[in-house]
């Protein structure tokens, strides 16, 4: 460690790979985070809850300014596991595994929360609660994905011995991502298509638009304030696996 | 009309702020636990061999 930081220039990346100064840094970055995400999200939910009722779907159209980013949160984090297993199979990045661990629990509470509210504002607008069509069942299978990744990352006690196989997971799963985001364009479903991200500009009135924008950076935020929480928490408690086993060592040496 | 739909939207954010909840209580009570683990086996003397003054690193530091 400190050949490192006193020989050469040590990049960004080098830095946030000595788990002691990553916690440094994000302990200082934390409060940051949750206050930001804080206020994003309660500006966002204010602006949404007092838009205007939408002139087909009356005030079900605020169960967009969450549903959305649930359903956006749900794609980023697997793209954000995504890029941390390239990290653990690539370039052997110690706090990549730690990245994955940390960041699955969140994205499948995300997930199931796109799932419900999603039903609960497809009841009154589509009559039904569920369908089994592309884009819903895709998210559905992500949801399984998640929770299989929390299974594997929590099976195995030595958390190295699972850091493998999980990347190897979440790579092969991010084949999903795409196919969530372009179902409603591939196959005939009840769902809409896109309406913000579109090549001729967002479909919808700053009225609607602009709480959706603050709502899903708030809750964008959000997630990585939790997820630098729990990263912290799963390099404390590799830290105290770590010493347990000296101190069972010592007792018997 | 609009009374009808209060239900699903009210369902909607609640059960939404219930399971963000859940889930912050969830990762604090964890990092408190970890924390609390750490300080117990510091206070009995047993440390990382990196803040124990030794030669070797920390295991996982960079390179």
Known sequence: MTDVSTSAKPSRFSILANPTRFLELSGKLQPWLYGAALIAVAAGVFLGLTAPADYQQGMTVTIMFIHVPFAWLSMMIWTVMSLSALGTLVWRHPLADVS??????????????????????????????????????????????????????????????????????????FVNIPIIKFSVDWWNTLHQPASVMRMDGPAMPAAYLTPLLVSALGFTLLFFALHLTAMRTEILRRRVAALSRLAARRAEG | MQADYFAFVASAYGISALAIAGLFAWVFVDAKAQRRALQALEARGIRRRSEAGGSRDAPGAAR
């Open chain 1, 100 to 173: 994955v661990k940390a960041a699955a629990p969140i994205g499948a509470v995300f997930t199931v929360l796109c799932l419900i509210t999603g039903s609960i504002w497809g009841r009154p607008m589509w009559g039904t609660w569920w369908v089994w069509d592309a884009r819903l069942t895709s998210v559905f299978v992500l949801f399984l994905m998640y929770l299989g990744l929390i299974a594997l990352t929590r099976a195995l006690e030595e958390p190295g011995k699972s850091a493998k196989s999980a990347a190897i997971l979440v790579l092969v799963g």
